[in-house]
C-alpha cells in the first residue's frame, strides 16, 4: 500500500454549465464564460441563480496531462468520456478576492464548464482580470486546497521539529487540542506555482514564527485572540492564508514549481508548522476522491460517514480582515 501520492488517480469537481456564467457588463454582453481567446478582460459575469452545480468525478489519461476522463458518480456524460482543460481565467469578486475558474470542455457533447476553484455566488458581479491558455503542466486534478509547501517544519512530541517531506504515515505529531497523533495519510503533488497555485509566504515573525511559513492559498490557520477587541467575537479564529495577504508581511510567491504536501489525521487537527497553528486536511467525500483506491477503502472504514468535524473557530473571509485587522492580528513590527 503506498504512503503516499505523486498522481492522484480521481477527483471529485463541481463544476457549472458555461451557459450559466454570463457577461452581466462588457464587450460581450450576454456570451457565456468561455476559453481564453474568446474573453475580454474588464467584462462583468454573472452566475444564474437557478443554476445547476454539476459534479464530476474525473482521473487522468495517460499520456496527456491536460486531459481527464470521467468517472462513476459523475452528473454529466459517460464513464470514460474526455475532460479537457481549456484555459484558466481569474475574475475578482466584489469584495477584491480573485477566483480562478478552470474552462473545460466535455468531447462528447462538445459543451463547455466552467470549474471554480473557489465558491462563487449567484448575483454578485465578477470582473475578468486576466485569461490564459498556456497553462504548462497543470492538470484539473492538481487542485490542493490544504497543503505545506515542502521545507515546512512540523513539531513533533517533545517539541523536536521535522520537515514534511520526511514525515512518513504512522509518524506522530503534536496537535493542540489532542496531544500526539498519528498521521494515517500524506498526500503531495508539484504544481507550477502560478494564479491559484501560488503559494502565500507569511515573513517571520508575523505571526510569531521563527521563519517563513509558505502554504496554498486556501490553507487556514489558527489565531487565538487575547482581549476584549476580538474580530468574529470569539477568541478562536480560523483565517485563510490568502486572506492575510498584504503585499509586505504576507505575500504571495509566484514563478517556477511548488511541492505541496497534505497531512490526514482521525480528526481535523491543528498542529504547528514553523511554530504557527495551522488546520491538517479535513477528511470528506473529495478528499477521498483524490486517493488510491485502496487507501480510499482504509479512510473509509478508519473514517465512517467521511465527515470529520471542523476545529471550532470563527471563519474569518475578506470582508472582516481590513487593514486594521491584519495590523492588530500581526505580530511583526511595522518600521
Given at each position: 500500500m503506498p504512503n503516499?501520492?505523486?498522481?492522484?488517480?480521481?477527483?471529485?469537481?463541481?463544476a457549472y454549465p458555461a451557459h450559466a456564467l454570463r457577461v452581466a457588463s462588457g464587450a460581450n454582453l450576454g456570451?457565456?464564460?468561455?476559453?481564453?481567446?474568446?474573453?475580454?478582460?474588464?467584462?462583468?459575469?454573472?452566475?444564474?441563480?437557478a443554476a445547476p452545480s454539476l459534479?464530476?468525478?474525473?482521473?487522468?489519461?495517460?499520456?496527456?496531462?491536460?486531459?481527464?476522463?470521467?468517472?462513476?458518480?459523475?452528473?454529466?456524460?459517460?464513464?470514460?468520456?474526455?475532460?479537457?482543460l481549456l484555459s484558466v481565467l481569474t475574475l475578482m469578486a466584489p469584495d477584491g478576492d480573485r477566483v480562478e475558474v478552470l474552462v473545460v470542455r466535455h468531447d462528447g457533447?462538445?459543451?463547455?464548464?466552467?470549474?471554480?476553484?473557489?465558491?462563487?455566488?449567484?448575483?454578485?458581479?465578477?470582473?475578468?482580470?486576466?485569461?490564459?491558455?498556456?497553462?504548462?503542466d497543470i492538470r484539473i486534478a492538481?487542485?490542493?486546497?490544504?497543503?505545506?509547501?515542502?521545507?515546512?517544519?512540523?513539531?513533533?512530541?517533545?517539541?523536536?521539529?521535522?520537515?514534511?517531506?520526511?514525515?512518513?504515515?504512522?509518524?506522530?505529531?503534536?496537535?493542540?487540542?489532542?496531544?500526539?497523533q498519528e498521521i494515517r495519510w500524506i498526500g503531495k503533488a508539484t504544481?507550477?506555482?502560478k494564479g491559484a497555485f501560488a503559494p502565500v509566504v507569511i515573513a517571520a515573525g508575523t505571526l510569531g514564527n521563527e521563519t517563513d511559513l509558505v502554504v496554498s492559498p486556501h490553507h487556514r490557520v489558527f489565531i487565538y485572540q487575547r482581549g476584549k477587541n476580538r474580530l468574529g467575537g470569539t477568541a478562536e479564529l480560523l483565517v485563510q492564508a490568502k486572506h492575510l495577504v498584504d503585499g509586505e508581511a504576507v505575500t504571495r510567491r509566484e514563478g517556477g514549481f511548488v511541492d505541496y504536501y497534505s497531512l490526514v489525521f482521525d480528526r481535523h487537527e491543528i498542529i504547528y508548522a514553523e511554530g504557527i497553528p495551522a488546520e491538517s486536511l479535513m477528511v470528506n467525500e473529495?478528499?477521498?476522491s483524490l486517493m488510491p483506491a485502496d487507501l480510499?477503502?482504509?479512510?473509509?472504514?478508519?473514517?465512517?460517514?467521511?465527515?470529520?468535524?471542523?476545529?471550532?473557530?470563527?471563519?474569518?473571509?475578506?470582508?472582516?480582515?481590513?487593514?486594521?485587522?491584519r495590523e492588530a492580528l500581526f505580530r511583526r513590527p511595522r518600521g
Amino acid at each position: 500500500m503506498p504512503n503516499r501520492t505523486e498522481m492522484l488517480p480521481a477527483h471529485a469537481a463541481h463544476a457549472y454549465p458555461a451557459h450559466a456564467l454570463r457577461v452581466a457588463s462588457g464587450a460581450n454582453l450576454g456570451d457565456p464564460i468561455a476559453e481564453a481567446g474568446l474573453v475580454e478582460p474588464g467584462d462583468v459575469y454573472r452566475l444564474d441563480r437557478a443554476a445547476p452545480s454539476l459534479r464530476l468525478m474525473l482521473a487522468p489519461v495517460e499520456g496527456d496531462r491536460q486531459a481527464q476522463r470521467l468517472a462513476e458518480g459523475s452528473e454529466i456524460g459517460r464513464p470514460g468520456d474526455r475532460i479537457a482543460l481549456l484555459s484558466v481565467l481569474t475574475l475578482m469578486a466584489p469584495d477584491g478576492d480573485r477566483v480562478e475558474v478552470l474552462v473545460v470542455r466535455h468531447d462528447g457533447t462538445a459543451e463547455d464548464f466552467a470549474i471554480p476553484l473557489s465558491p462563487i455566488a449567484p448575483r454578485l458581479d465578477y470582473t475578468l482580470i486576466t485569461a490564459r491558455d498556456d497553462i504548462g503542466d497543470i492538470r484539473i486534478a492538481d487542485i490542493v486546497c490544504v497543503s505545506f509547501a515542502a521545507g515546512t517544519m512540523i513539531t513533533l512530541p517533545g517539541g523536536a521539529q521535522r520537515p514534511i517531506e520526511a514525515l512518513e504515515p504512522g509518524d506522530r505529531v503534536l496537535t493542540r487540542d489532542h496531544g500526539p497523533q498519528e498521521i494515517r495519510w500524506i498526500g503531495k503533488a508539484t504544481l507550477r506555482a502560478k494564479g491559484a497555485f501560488a503559494p502565500v509566504v507569511i515573513a517571520a515573525g508575523t505571526l510569531g514564527n521563527e521563519t517563513d511559513l509558505v502554504v496554498s492559498p486556501h490553507h487556514r490557520v489558527f489565531i487565538y485572540q487575547r482581549g476584549k477587541n476580538r474580530l468574529g467575537g470569539t477568541a478562536e479564529l480560523l483565517v485563510q492564508a490568502k486572506h492575510l495577504v498584504d503585499g509586505e508581511a504576507v505575500t504571495r510567491r509566484e514563478g517556477g514549481f511548488v511541492d505541496y504536501y497534505s497531512l490526514v489525521f482521525d480528526r481535523h487537527e491543528i498542529i504547528y508548522a514553523e511554530g504557527i497553528p495551522a488546520e491538517s486536511l479535513m477528511v470528506n467525500e473529495a478528499t477521498v476522491s483524490l486517493m488510491p483506491a485502496d487507501l480510499a477503502e482504509e479512510v473509509k472504514a478508519r473514517f465512517p460517514g467521511l465527515s470529520q468535524s471542523q476545529h471550532f473557530g470563527t471563519e474569518a473571509g475578506r470582508e472582516m480582515l481590513d487593514d486594521a485587522a491584519r495590523e492588530a492580528l500581526f505580530r511583526r513590527p511595522r518600521g
